[in-house]
């Protein structure tokens, strides 16, 4: 099969291209903790939306969908097995009915404080294989999220 398109161009793209890199090596980490938290029952995506939640105040779906660059749909799909679960709670604002609040229930914080602990040790197997420094990379990592 011919094309107009070179493999040079293949090449540059994927040498080149940060979306094609930040996929593969999200892909990668997905499956790293995705493994590691099994034993638990939980997947990455879960601990971290659980992880979002742990806070002093239960966030509103839309303040919790902006914080985890999700829309609103998609982060309801993710809500019902962990709500199934008995991990998240979805309660009417007492304060404005229409909108909704998520609860990490006192078992949703049992199995996160269980993940933790997993959490630290991979995440400091992955930092190995950062080169340079890891934090740097963090930060930028955010710097880019937030810039669009």
């Not at 709500?83 to 998240?88: M, S, T």
């Not at 049992?110 to 930092?127: G, Y």
């Not at 080169?131 to 990379?137: E, F, R, T």
Request: charged letters at 25%.
């Amino acid at each position: 099969m011919k094309t107009d398109l070179p493999f040079e161009t293949t090449l540059e793209v994927y040498g080149r291209c940060l979306c094609f890199g930040m996929h593969r090596a999200a892909r990668t980490l997905a499956r790293r903790f995705d493994a590691a938290f099994a034993p638990l029952g939980i997947s990455h995506g879960q601990y971290s939306l659980m992880m979002s939640l742990n806070r002093p105040d239960p966030p509103r779906l839309g303040e919790a969908a902006t914080f985890l660059a999700m829309d609103r749909t998609t982060l309801t799909a993710n809500l019902k097995p962990l709500e199934r679960l008995g991990y998240v709670e979805i309660v009417p604002d007492k304060d404005d009915k229409r909108s909704r609040r998520l609860i990490l229930t006192a078992a949703g914080r049992k199995v996160l404080a269980a993940a933790v602990p997993i959490w630290r040790a991979t995440h400091s197997e992955v930092d190995t294989h950062i080169s340079g420094n890891p934090g740097a990379l963090r930060d930028q990592l955010m710097e880019v999220a937030t810039a669009y």
